[in-house]
């Protein structure tokens, strides 16, 4: 694939990753931020008294303007970096036309950069979890990821090698069992974080934690569709067509 293509699919993610972040955020605003609010409550309610805090940014600001900025930031990096990934699995992971390759890697970066690492260390909303541990949970959770990245890397890898002898079903149904086998490991090796308070309401704590899949869900899916789309349309253009009752002058 030359510069001039990764370039153009370069362009292509970033919009796409924009798009996606556009719906992504429609989805934190409905319905994540009303679970940040609940959240937010529940820890004034619970904290002892203190005197009066002025807010570097307020709470409106953040859940308006702060939201918008941090999620289109990040569906633009994102879309961007999810494109260089897509240029170099075109063509390598199976004979797929251009718009099944977007959306098998956005559905299998979802699984492996979020869903696997939220399994094992889901996301908390504020008044969860104690401040002096932020720095090891936030180490598991990457290392979390890292581990699931390469271990999707991996089996990508053996189900391609494995093609030629078992055929291309046994072959994922091989490597995909593999996967699960080494994340199950992975899940009970590493420490469990449990610091959800005893009193916190378990309504509030699930919609909270089905609201942040949500929004990755959207992001994610919304960056394959749309994504794929323009890719399709750039690598397989489709042929010019001739108006009704004109004819093709014949070549001399």
Not at 4 to 14: C, E, S, Y
Not at 42 to 63: D, I, M, N, T, Y
Not at 149 to 157: D, P, Q, S
Not at 194 to 209: H, M, S
Request: charged fraction near 10%.
């Amino acid at each position: 694939m030359n510069s001039a293509t990764v370039r153009n699919l370069l362009v292509r993610g970033m919009l796409a990753g924009l798009a996606a972040g556009v719906l992504a955020l429609v989805v934190a605003y409905l319905l994540g931020e009303p679970s940040v609010d609940s959240a937010i409550g529940f820890e004034e309610a619970h904290a002892p008294a203190h005197g009066h805090e002025v807010e570097l940014v307020s709470r409106s600001l953040q859940s308006t303007a702060g939201l918008a900025t941090g999620v289109l930031i990040y569906g633009i990096s994102f879309g961007g970096i999810a494109a260089l990934a897509y240029c170099f699995a075109l063509g390598r992971v199976g004979r797929f036309s251009a718009r099944a390759t977007a959306l098998l890697l956005s559905g299998t970066a979802l699984l492996a950069v979020y869903v696997v690492p939220f399994l094992k260390y889901p996301a908390n909303p504020p008044s969860v979890g104690d401040p002096d541990t932020i720095g090891k949970r936030t180490t598991l959770y990457f290392l979390m990821m890292v581990l699931s990245v390469l271990l999707a890397v991996g089996a990508t890898i053996l189900g391609k090698r494995l093609a030629p002898r078992l055929g291309t079903w046994y072959a994922t149904v091989s490597a995909v069992a593999a996967f699960a086998v080494l994340i199950g490991l992975a899940y009970e090796f590493l420490p469990v974080i449990n610091e959800v308070p005893g009193d916190f309401p378990a309504t509030l704590l699930w919609r909270f934690r089905l609201s942040a899949l949500a929004i990755q869900t959207v992001l994610w899916g919304g960056f394959g569709l749309v994504f794929g789309e323009l890719a399709e349309r750039m690598l397989n253009p489709r042929p010019a067509t001739v108006p009704s009752g004109r004819s093709v002058p014949a070549a001399n």
